[in-house]
């Protein structure tokens, strides 16, 4: 019992994680899976001592990534999961390199001093002036106009978003299927930094 | 469509609770040695012959072998084909015209499993061919068949009509064409889940010219080309073809042609349900509506493996008969399904990509109210993205679909509330199987782990047969399906459980327990060892990446004689010690198999 709360608990620390770092300082989002450690805090008495020195040594590189102490950096596939044979996953697979979205295109979005961050799904979405509207409700705020001179004039918050290389991005700037395509989270930056942005 | 369809039938249930044959000693699973070996005895004989008149079918179980006389029993069935050796199968049972044999484990789909391990389909070809020349039905799952096997079938019996391979491997388009040139009288092909290799061989050309006995002729997963106007030609030659599956390599406008030629067709496959890539053949143009308006008899209908979303509605003529639909490989929205599933009012199976979101689901609960099986695949089957199907589908699914008997769900987040829901809602439910993609996922509103959602489906569903478990599960979700899975058969299980508690409980509580299949779960000798006195009444026991040593699983096989204790080994898996890293066993006649390759210990 202990051990599944201690796992809650690192559950919620995720979902109120504040983001206070500057863009690309993010740690590597860790897995959301707890890094199996039963093998060392098991002491049930009822197993026997060797069963218990044989049975930790579970090192089966297969499923490393679920049973190190230590949570490595990007998440390992796991063999045979989640349970799909490799005829429909080929199958699959061979779509989503066809279409660029896929079935819904869902990113964070971030809003500096806000407590916890929300996800949307971009596909939802035809146009700039939709997607803006929906975070000025979704975060109560007002992101202003944009021009292509001048950013985001009228406001102290600047849409922002990371894309496929890593870049932080002012929203608006390219087409939107090429936004949509290459966008992989948002941040709604504030204040100072928001007003560098548009000059 | 079989995918991974569990219906052995329940005759192997003589095995264990109809047939009182245990007589074990109590405390038998922790000893070793000879005091705990079960006295196998078959007291009631007659019970057993019931059984066997009533299924029609005759089931090898190690009680009755040599209680049951030579009957005119003509369908064979092996649920192991490691269980019994053919020869003796054939010198057994003399009059047999059909053999249905399961080989591989399941989880040798998900790569589990090295290759080369086995199920190998020629000791039964050569064995059956000489005994029964008059064979006419030939079944096989989850076998490895040659091209040389399927020469061999196909001259040996020279009235032969169905062969149905389901997850098989190990053969090309020589070896259909051998049976599509031989086979004059065959009604029945189907390829369902199978890796066929393109040896280049156009198969469907090597079919008699003359009219043919074709019944039904299933190839939706032969990755290969075949010659079209040669397929055309076999449809208008074959007047009794009733159920057609085209592989992805058909397109729209050949789909029209064929439908054109065979309206009498009850299941269709439409194979890519695109148009080809040659704009030029007009294919946009043709009236497909027309075309399954023609089909008033169709009421299965699968395929759209590439489908273009605007073809869509050209089904709707066919969508009020329709009692079982199949979009497992279409990428549609919820907005694309709506017009559609709302007139399949009759629906009773449906099969279907997460694509179609929640809001999908819920048009499905809102008009298929005779649903009975529902299968909702992942279009992208990884662990840590945001799901577009939840709890909200799966409760909507069990307020509106209360005749659901069997359901397959992958999700990345559920509630026990959602579960539970389904457990009260659907009191007919005999297979669930829910994967929460995510390994180790807790109740994603509490925080709490899933036992409860599963407590309840074995405690409110009666007549479960078969559970599939995920999430972060504790030992007293395994507390549960032991105190009241008492008719469940098949459980799988996956990175769960605290403690070998957790399979002690399953293996002590569910007496009718057949297949038992476990990865990544903290099990180890303890628990395996508390589940001697059930073992001969199991089809098979696999574990892998528990924690079980070499030392436990001998102990087994010392205490159970009848038991073939396979220890597997991978080529990537660092052994520490006496770590058994997969364990595979099942009872057998035939004792240690014969045809062991270099990666398994039989202990």
Not at chain 1, 175 to 186: A, V
């Amino acid at each position: 019992m202990e051990r599944s709360m201690a796992y809650e608990r690192d559950l919620n620390l995720k979902a109120t994680e504040l983001r206070l770092g500057l863009p690309g300082s993010d740690e590597p989002e860790k897995p959301s899976t707890t890094p199996s450690v039963r093998s060392n805090k098991r002491a049930s008495p009822e197993i026997s001592e060797e069963s218990r020195s044989k049975g930790s040594s579970c090192v089966s590189s297969k499923v490393e990534s679920g049973e190190r102490d230590s949570a490595p950096p990007a998440k390992e596939q796991v063999v045979g999961w989640p349970p799909i044979r490799s005829y429909r996953k080929n199958c699959l697979r061979a779509k989503k390199n066809d279409q660029v979205d896929g079935a819904g295109m869902y990113v964070k979005v971030s809003v500096d001093g806000a407590p916890y961050l929300r996800k949307i799904d971009l596909k939802v979405y035809k146009s700039y002036p939709e997607l803006l509207e929906t975070l000025e409700n979704m975060f109560k705020l007002t992101i202003g106009e944009y021009s292509e001179k001048e950013g985001y004039n009228g406001s102290d918050f600047a849409p922002t978003y990371e894309d496929k290389d890593g870049d932080w991005m002012l929203v608006g700037d390219v087409p939107w299927d090429m936004f949509i395509s290459s966008c992989k989270r948002l941040r709604i930056m504030k204040g100072s930094e928001a007003r560098g942005l548009s000059c | 469509m079989s995918e991974d369809d569990d219906r052995s039938p329940p005759s192997d249930s003589i095995a264990n609770g109809s047939c009182p044959t245990r007589t074990c000693t109590p405390g038998s699973g922790s000893g070793s040695g000879s005091s705990s070996i079960p006295e196998y005895a078959a007291p009631y004989p007659d019970r057993v012959l019931e059984n066997v008149f009533r299924k029609r079918s005759l089931v090898l179980n190690l009680t009755s072998w040599y209680r049951v006389e030579a009957m005119t029993r003509s369908d064979l069935f092996i649920g192991n084909c490691y269980a019994v050796s053919p020869e003796r199968a054939t010198s057994r049972f003399t009059r047999v015209r059909s053999v249905t044999l399961k080989g591989k484990p399941r989880f040798a789909d998900f790569n589990l499993m090295p290759p080369n391990w086995g199920a190998h389909f020629a000791p039964w070809v050569s064995a059956t061919a000489k005994a029964y020349p008059w064979l006419e039905k030939i079944h096989l799952k989850r076998m490895s068949v040659t091209d040389d096997d399927l020469d061999l079938l196909a001259e040996s019996f020279s009235g032969f009509k169905e062969l149905v391979l389901v997850c098989c491997d190990g053969f090309g388009t020589s070896g259909l064409a051998a049976v599509a040139s031989k086979c004059r009288q065959l009604k029945v092909l189907d390829l369902i889940e199978s890796e066929v290799s393109d040896d280049e061989v156009d198969w469907i050309m090597c079919f008699p010219d003359t009219e043919t006995c074709l019944e039904s002729l299933i190839f939706d997963c032969v990755e290969c080309l075949v010659d079209f106007d040669a397929l055309e030609r076999l449809v208008a030659r074959s007047p009794s073809l009733k159920k057609l599956r085209l592989n992805r390599f058909v397109s729209i406008g050949q789909l029209y042609r064929l439908m054109v030629r065979a309206p009498q067709l009850t299941h269709l496959g439409t194979g890519s349900f695109s148009p080809s890539e040659d704009v030029a053949q007009g294919e946009l143009e043709l009236d497909y509506v027309s075309a399954f308006a023609a089909c008033k008899s169709l009421v299965c209908l699968s395929g759209f493996r590439e489908i273009v979303p605007d073809c869509l509605p050209a089904i709707y003529p066919v969508c009020a008969n329709l009692t079982s639909l199949n979009f497992s490989y279409a990428n549609i929205s919820a907005e694309q399904l709506k017009p559609i599933i709302s007139n399949c009012h009759k629906l009773q199976t449906f099969w279907v990509l997460d694509s179609i979101c929640d809001e999908g689901l819920q048009a499905v609960a809102t008009t298929c109210k005779e649903l009975r099986e529902l299968r909702v695949f992942p279009f992208d089957p990884r662990e840590d993205i945001e799901g577009p199907v939840s709890e909200v589908g799966l409760q909507a699914i069990s307020e509106g679909c209360r005749k659901l008997q069997s359901i397959l769900y992958f999700c990345q987040r559920m509630t026990n509330a959602a579960v539970i829901a389904m457990s009260k809602n659907c009191p007919d439910l005999v297979v669930f199987r829910l994967c929460i993609m995510g390994r180790h996922r807790p109740d994603h509103v509490t925080g709490e782990p899933m036992d409860e959602g599963f407590g309840a489906i074995v405690m409110n569903c009666k007549k479960l047969t078969r559970l599939a478990v995920s999430g972060l599960l504790t030992d007293t979700a395994f507390a549960y399906i032991g105190k009241y899975g008492k008719i469940v058969r098949t459980l799988s299980v996956a990175f769960a459980g605290d403690s070998d508690m957790g399979l002690k409980y399953v293996l002590e509580g569910c007496p009718r327990l057949q297949k038992l299949e476990i990865r990544d779960s903290p099990f180890g000798d303890t628990a395996l060892l508390s589940g001697l006195h059930h073992y001969y009444n199991m089809r098979f026991l696999w574990m892998s990446a528990c924690r079980l040593s070499h030392q436990g699983c001998q102990q087994i096989a010392q205490a159970l004689p009848h038991l073939v204790v396979e220890v597997i080994k991978h080529e990537d898996v660092v052994h520490m010690d006496d770590y058994a890293d997969t364990l595979y066993m099942y009872r057998s006649l035939a004792g240690r198999r014969h045809d062991v390759p270099q990666f398994v210990s039989i202990l």
